[in-house]
């Protein structure tokens, strides 16, 4: 009984995580940081590329 609770608790725990990354990405696409953080890193290569 007790570890059927503590299953579920962490089931909960869980589902409620992926949720909250769920929201987190979807609002990180929204802003689009994740191509300004591409965007940033191309162009360091490229400085990189071009100073050498």
Do not use: P
Request: net charge positive.
């Amino acid at each position: 009984m007790k570890t059927t609770l503590i299953w579920f608790a962490l089931l909960g725990g869980a589902l409620l995580w992926i949720a909250d990354l769920r929201r987190r990405l979807h609002a990180a696409q929204l802003r689009g940081d994740m191509y300004r953080d591409i965007s940033v890193r191309l162009d360091r290569r490229l400085m990189d590329l071009t100073q050498s």
